[in-house]
């Protein structure tokens, strides 16, 4: 089994700038392809953005392209996501999660995720 552990998120202004990561402990992270999800208040979840198990490929969502962007260092055993130019309507609890599967189908779909981290609460100010 693997168990995921998000942190860094906080209170922030907007245009402010937070780094969350994804701890990962039980296996190793480099057989998963790692996704971002975040869920707002009062809306379903959504993807965010993503990276292939090597990080060769990344992927977003047209609301955060620009200027999240997602690594990781699998030595480390986690995964990043550099959040830039903050705005209110990125505050959401944001998740980790791990797949076994490969590609955009992969990556950007909650359904297929296989372990989840508990979240960590981004609040964006205005």
């Known amino acids: 089994q693997v168990q995921l552990v998000e942190s860094g998120g906080g209170l922030v202004q907007a245009g402010d700038t937070l780094r969350l990561s994804c701890a990962a402990s039980?296996?190793?992270?480099?057989?998963?392809?790692m996704g971002w999800f975040r869920q707002a208040p009062g809306k379903e979840r959504e993807f965010a953005a993503a990276?292939?198990?090597?990080?060769?490929?990344?992927y977003y969502a047209d609301s955060v392209k620009g200027r999240f962007t997602s690594s990781r260092d699998n030595g480390k055993n986690t995964v990043y996501l550099q959040m830039n130019s903050l705005k209110a309507e990125d505050t959401a609890i944001y998740f980790c999660?791990?797949?076994?599967?490969?590609?955009?189908?992969?990556?950007?779909?909650?359904?297929?995720?296989?372990?989840w981290g508990k979240g960590t609460l981004v609040t964006v100010s205005s």
């Open positions: 999660a791990a797949s076994t599967r490969t590609g955009a189908a992969g990556a950007r779909n909650p359904y297929v995720m296989a372990y």
């Open positions: 039980g296996r190793t992270l480099s057989s998963y392809t």
């Open positions: 990276i292939s198990r090597t990080g060769v490929n990344t």
